[in-house]
């Protein structure tokens, strides 16, 4: 069976430094796969490659059993290969209802756009209270939960999470994670990359391990969580 992402000797580099150094992997439909490592691992800027916000280097990305080497953000969004990035990357002077539309840009269906609209704010209703606030005026937790929202407005096929966690509580970060475990169920496939290792492999089926712009470890996510150098490399054991 092809897998719906396909990613294939990828290599990215910065300045003459070559920070992806010739990776490959996959995720298969309807799969939850995790991405973990280090800080400076590559893991961000393999994402930023594969939806096309960075250049390539050298190797190839297959979507759906179409190679998508050169395309945008926004042609990717078309295709249903949407991204969560870090740092949430909202409109801060828009409303929440506002960032949401937006994530519905390249759709025309108003009848589905209301549809899902009722279900972001059914899966986030803290935003469904507020949504005629400020985006800037949000929680941290809170404006992670708009990018997921917005995210899922363009109704993506593959959904790329780059460190939903990060900066988070430990209680909001809980709910961050049960809405992801949540999506998945619904049929999402989805790329997560995320430092909090324990938290991901737990809600992973299967994972890679980066480090220094290599896939050093890869296998179920079970497994991955009870190996004793990822213990003892990436949970503090």
Same mark, same amino acid.
């Given at each position: ?33 995790? &991405? ?9 800027? @393999?994402?930023?490659? !594969?939806?096309?916000? #960075?250049?390539? +280097? $050298? ?21 249903? &290969? ?9 409109? @801060?002077?828009?409303? !929440?209802?506002?960032? #949401?539309?937006? +994530? $519905? ?21 803290? &935003? ?17 939960? #708009?990018?997921? +929202? ?41 790329? #997560? ?45």
């Amino acid at each position: 069976m092809q897998a719906l992402l396909q990613v294939n000797d990828l290599r990215v580099s910065y300045g003459g430094i070559e920070a992806v150094k010739g990776i490959s992997f996959e995720v298969q439909e309807g799969e939850l796969v995790s &991405l973990i490592g280090s800080n400076g691992a590559g893991k961000t800027t @393999t994402m930023k490659a !594969i939806t096309g916000t #960075l250049p390539m +280097g $050298a190797g190839s990305v297959v979507y759906a059993g179409q190679s998508i080497q050169g395309q945008g953000p926004w042609d990717s969004v078309k295709q249903g &290969l949407t991204m969560v990035p870090e740092g949430r990357g909202i409109f @801060t002077r828009m409303s !929440i209802f506002e960032n #949401l539309q937006i +994530g $519905a840009y390249t759709r025309s269906n108003r009848a589905e756009i209301d549809s899902d609209m009722d279900r972001v704010f059914t899966i986030f209703n803290r &935003l469904k209270e507020r949504r005629d606030q400020l985006a800037g005026t949000l929680s941290g937790g809170e404006q992670q939960m #708009l990018a997921m +929202g917005r995210a899922l407005m363009s109704r993506p096929k593959l959904l790329l999470m780059d460190e939903p966690s990060m900066g988070l509580s430990p209680l909001m970060a809980d709910k961050i994670f049960e809405v992801i475990r949540d999506v998945a169920a619904q049929g999402v496939t989805i790329l #997560l990359v995320e430092q909090n290792a324990s938290r991901a492999l737990q809600i992973a089926q299967r994972a890679y391990v980066m480090d220094s712009g290599l896939i050093t470890m890869s296998g179920q996510a079970k497994d991955l969580l009870h190996d004793p150098k990822v213990r003892a490399a990436y949970l503090g054991e």
